[in-house]
Every structure is written in structure tokens, then in C-alpha cells.
């Protein structure tokens, strides 16, 4: 098949339903259902996740792992993913045996693991127009908490996974350091992209909207709008809400 990685030097650049048809599965056959994560997100934070998640539970009609999904289920999975993080053994199937796909961290930070416990999965890396629009979004949710974490308030077991996967996926980046974020941000999306196989990747931002989804997954599109959610103001609003909860 040729290749759609855009890091490689005989990258060939595709658009979303291009890419789609070159990684049509049959949802059908048996070597694709004994595959418990049908899709795996390899995107950052902030580049639409909740957005494909949403998407992917509509078309699917199964859950999406996500961030949120820690917050929901914090007595099963912060275990999980800080044993994880502490350098146990993973068991990816135990872990997602009531998901059907991941996006998020914590489960793209270990997108490369994912890559191989579950090999018929394409893999859905999401990302925003620009570093630029990246980083401003990450400013406005995810780094304030890590800049200046409210300890005294917040779960140990929470804490933990705060910051073991800040240090597993970004290598200790000072929340603080713009250029150090923003290449970060460059340096994900070409290992990536130079890794995964290029029959098993889609690059995808979610104003490409149904069309690239479903014709990975053999499906039709729905008659109704692709939605976005998790703006900046939803994700705080939301954070709000989860520390009023603890």
C-alpha cells in the first residue's frame, strides 16, 4: 500500500476519506471481531478527543475510553493506569473489555503499546489546524492544573496519575515552556506518523466530520450533524463541576 506518513521522505499527502478507503476493514469478518478496541486514538489532549469519542460511540454503538471515563470510574481505573504508569504489566484486554475504542490520555500515551496488543485496530491520530491553536487550548484546560496543582484537594491516587503521566508522555516538559510544548507537540505527530503502519493510520482533524470515520468502520453516515464538544469553556465548566464532586 503507499504510504500516507507526511514525516517520511516518499510521503504521499492524503486527505481524510482517501486515507479512509485505504483502511476499510469489514467490521464483519472474524479476524476483526476478536479485536476489542476497534479504533485507537493516538491524538493529544485537545485536539478533539471528546469530540471523537462522541463520534465514535454514535457509529460504534459501543463506549470510548476517554479522560472522562477515569473521572466517571475513579475506584477502577486510576488502579489501573498508575500501575501502569508504575511500570506494571498491562492487560490491555482487561483494561478495555467494555470499550470498543480509546482516545485521550491516558490511553493514546500508551498508543504504541496499544498498537501491538490489539493489530487489526486503525489508528485515529486527531490533531488541531496548528501547534499555535494546540497550545492556546491547552492553556486555557489542561496546564493550569499542572502549573498549579491544587494538592491539599485533590485525590492521592488522582495526583499520581496527574503527574506519572505528564512525566511518561511528555518526558517532564516544564508546563511553563512554550517552545518546549509546541515541539512536543510536532515531535508526537511525526513518531507517529513514522511509526504506525500506513495501512492502519488515519491523520484527522473533526472539521473533516463523518465521512473519514465511517469508511474505516464500513459504515454509513449518519443523517444528523457531527458534533463538537468540549470547548474550552465546557472543559472548565466541567473541571469545576469534578472538584466540587471530590
Request: proline share 8%; charged share 25%.
Amino acid at each position: 500500500m503507499e504510504g500516507f506518513v507526511r514525516g517520511g521522505a516518499e510521503a504521499t499527502v492524503r486527505t481524510g476519506h482517501e486515507v479512509a478507503r485505504k483502511l476499510l476493514v469489514n467490521p464483519l469478518s472474524p479476524k476483526y471481531i476478536q479485536c476489542m478496541l476497534q479504533i485507537i486514538g493516538a491524538g493529544l489532549p485537545r485536539t478533539g478527543t471528546m469530540t471523537l469519542k462522541t463520534a465514535l460511540e454514535r457509529l460504534l454503538g459501543q463506549p470510548c475510553h476517554h479522560m472522562i471515563e477515569v473521572f466517571e470510574n475513579r475506584d477502577r481505573d486510576l488502579p489501573r493506569f498508575n500501575a501502569v504508569l508504575r511500570g506494571e504489566e498491562a492487560d490491555w484486554s482487561r483494561i478495555f473489555s467494555d470499550y470498543a475504542a480509546a482516545v485521550d490520555w491516558p490511553s493514546s500515551a500508551f498508543w504504541r503499546e496499544l498498537l501491538d496488543a490489539f493489530p487489526e485496530a486503525p489508528v485515529v491520530l486527531s490533531q488541531r489546524d496548528s501547534p499555535a491553536q494546540w497550545l492556546r487550548s491547552m492553556q486555557g484546560t489542561i496546564l493550569p492544573g499542572l502549573i498549579e496543582p491544587d494538592w491539599e484537594n485533590m485525590d492521592p491516587q488522582h495526583a499520581e496519575m496527574l503527574t506519572g503521566l505528564w512525566d511518561f508522555a511528555t518526558g517532564g516538559i516544564d508546563p511553563t515552556d512554550e517552545q518546549a510544548l509546541t515541539r512536543f507537540y510536532e515531535q508526537h505527530l511525526d513518531t507517529v506518523r513514522n511509526t504506525v503502519p500506513a495501512h492502519r493510520l488515519l491523520e484527522f482533524r473533526p472539521d473533516e466530520g463523518w465521512g473519514p470515520l465511517c469508511e474505516v468502520l464500513g459504515v454509513a453516515e449518519p443523517d444528523e450533524p457531527f458534533p463538537h464538544v468540549n470547548t474550552t469553556a465546557e472543559f472548565q465548566a466541567r473541571a469545576d463541576e469534578i472538584r466540587r464532586d471530590r
